[in-house]
């Protein structure tokens, strides 16, 4: 069955008479009768579930005019009115939008804060009687975690999650369609989408991907095209019937929820409406369950039908005192450099183990999980045996974590297993009982079953699943190998679930353990190991990984990369040539990985070799941020990457200053930022802000909902030599004409440069603006090429 939403409600609430800058959702307490007429025109034109004209009504968007206090009034009006124009005709979706701020470590917003506020709004519009749940317009698939589990605990109604994707097929944090179907179907989404940003030619391939990624329904809102300046009037170019003719396409791709986003009109779902009755189109959705685990912006699947993947197991501070005391004091250098060169040695998933004796490993593995999942783009394992640390990694890890480990030992299964249900987490079993450990493989894969079992009932699935196969020592048992590459075989076939195992147990007690753990692996490998938890840096394990990798069959690349790898070397061992990198390119390298606590005593160290700070500017911090722009321009970095190098550019200057406090690093030029009137979307100009001021220029930032007259005012008086105007909504983008245009009559001798969600480089042509950025990382860039021009 095809459900059909209801199309744009901002442009249809300011035609029926709603001011430039007055609150939307004030109007289903003021304009009931007005709200509700929209309402029924979408209903007349045959959508089955419209949404509410809540979108902003959540504490902080409220808090722009005032009316904070308000959440739960606002809400249950807008149900109300909604309610009252869908009579029998239609369900009704409770519309809940984003905060306008990043969750950290990206902002200054925390989880349990973005929980609260998310809980407050969806607790009122399901106390006021709606149908669904739908969280949209999402851009950070943490906030989207945030508000999907503060809804799971206020209602049992379904919960649509509509995520926005650029051009580029990812959210602005990076986050491709892949990776949000399996995350958020894990984490308990009962619909899964697409809304806003793009039409539904860009959305297309999106949902084909979410349908092959997941087995819950997909929805999709798609813009009506892209909007356009036509005699000064902002325009969506594409009409009722271009976009119904898309409807079939979305169809057969998967879609089953469908619907209009900015641009749309009652006329325009009547079309949609037509075309799912007039021709009736078969889904030719595809979906095949996998275990799979995710970062924010990356998928790793696991299975025979897959390549093997390797989990580095360096970030563990057991029998190493060094590591240890750093964290204990809170110092993740060298976590953070574990982290990067295990990835860099070829670890596909990182374990992470905080067990320092004497510390709050609650708080120590919260920060260790923030810290590496902004820094890093492959999957985490938790590893404690703390609940409360547990609960604390998951809650801030953006994606979908491996829980490192559960036994049959009821205390750890009633323990852990809620939380996997709750965060979406998949779960390793060791086959460890309050019997003990099992010697035989029989009795590994009964007890292996026994969990699996316990787990369904708690609500997992089984592609929720890993199995461990339980190394132990040969010095004192002969059998032991053996007995575990029984167990991998037993697993392959009569579970079939993804196996994951430590191999340095095989070894311990016996002379060259790299060759018995190299020998092992290839033989773990062979008996049906899916990621073995190893250490990536023993270039002999390194040397077997890849042949035998390549000889396994799983996969055609890892013959590919077998020959790249050893093609142009020579059969006898290579000496190692290798020199340090002087200390620029060591603080490039810094700002490269955003090692914001390690670049500071590179750059005292720097100038302590009498380089000046414009050589260390030039040669280190700028060439690291070209190469960071590179990245993220290529997609191989995304936003949360890009912030953090940033960031450590902002510790280097800074750093520079307390060690010579008589520098003045040069501006690059002021700049004046502003979000145009009547908008109070301010999270992409806060990070162009952030990138801009990190970069070298200086910014003048005046907020959102600014006048004309004010951006005009704020030029003259800072003598701007550029002004940065953003626009996220439909309604307001008339505002940049005019802003525009009210420089240009005073005679501002700047450049001007525009951007936003709704706006599009040929809007920025005709409104006249000098240049138009996609994203922070082109903002910066073009500043620099406006101004040095």
Known sequence: MIHIFD????????????????????WNLEEPDKVTAIHRQYVEAGATIIETNTFGANRIKLSHYRLQDKVADLNAAGVAVARQAAGAHAKVAGSVGPTGKFVAPLGDLSFDTAYEIFSEQIQALDKAGVDYIIIETIIDIQEMRAALLAAKAVTNKPIICQLSFDADGRTVTGTDPQTAGITLEALGASIIGANCSLGPAQLLPVVETLAQSCSIPISVQPNAGMPELINGETVFPMSAEEMSAWIPKLINAGATYIGGCCGTTPAHIKAIRQTVDTKPTVSARTYRPVTALTSRTRTVCLGA???PVIIGERINPTGRKALAAAIKEGDFVA?????????KAGAGILDVNMGVPGIDQAAIMKQAIEELAILVDVPLVIDTTDPI?????????????????????TERLEAFLPLAKKYGAAVLCLPLSDSGVPTTAIERVKIAKEIVTIATKHGLNHHDLLVDA???TVATDNQAAAETLLTLKLYREQLDCPAVMGLSNVSFGLPRRDLMNAAFCAMALDAGLDAPILNPFDPLMQDIWSAAVALGGRSQQAVIDYSKKYVALPAQQVENTTTAPDILAQIRQAVVNGETTGVAPLVRQALAENFTPLTITDQALTAAMNEVGQAFGQGRCFLPQVLLSAETMRTAFTTIKEVLPSHTAESLGTVILATVKGDIHDLGKNIVAALLENNGFTVVDLGKDVTAETIVAAAQEYQAQLVGLCALMTTTLPQVDIAIDALKKVGFSGKTIVGGAVLTESYAHQAGADAYAANGVDAVTIAKQLLNS
Do not use: D, W
């Not at 199309?7 to 249809?12: E, I, N, R």
């Not at 547990?390 to 829980?403: N, Q, S, T, V």
């Open 7 to 26: 199309g744009a409600m901002g442009t249809m609430l300011h035609h029926a008479g709603l001011e430039p800058g007055h609150c939307p959702e004030l």
């Open 305 to 307: 039908q897959f390549a």
């Open 335 to 343: 976590v953070k450099k574990e982290a990067l060169t295990q990835i």
């Open 389 to 409: 640390a547990l609960e604390a990694g998951l809650k801030a890890y953006p994606g979908r974590a491996l829980i490192n480990s559960i036994t049959a030992e």
């Open 470 to 472: 339980l190394v132990m």
